[in-house]
């Protein structure tokens, strides 16, 4: 996949301060999870970065794994012992698996 060298290095124009909003579980419909630790972290990527990031996505898989001549394919259940299946009544998505070394070493360790 060829990744431009600019690629997250630069702030595009339509970039927004990062927001960082911790979630105080005790203010929510799920207090039995107060203690714990989650954020909701908006603007990380700006429209144009998302726009291009979901076009390096869809350019990486390979004709022959295009499913109907789409990039995205219906995104399985894991049910164990490395096995999975649809179940459209439970996640109904699609999804493009890849690893893009230099978006994880932007974006560093999760």
Known sequence: ???????????PKDAKP???TP???SKTELPEYDGG?????DHVL???ECTKLIELAESSVLNQDRVN???????PVNIG??????????????????IIKKLLIEFGPV
């Open 1 to 11: 996949m060829n990744i431009p060298e600019e690629y997250l290095i630069f702030d």
């Open 18 to 20: 990062i927001i960082f």
């Open 23 to 25: 979630i105080e579980f």
């Open 37 to 41: 630790y989650a954020a909701i972290v």
């Open 46 to 48: 700006s429209p144009s």
């Open 69 to 75: 001549g789409s990039s995205w394919r219906p995104a």
């Open 81 to 98: 012992a490395g096995m999975e299946i649809l179940q459209p009544n439970y996640r109904n998505s699609d999804r493009i698996i890849g």
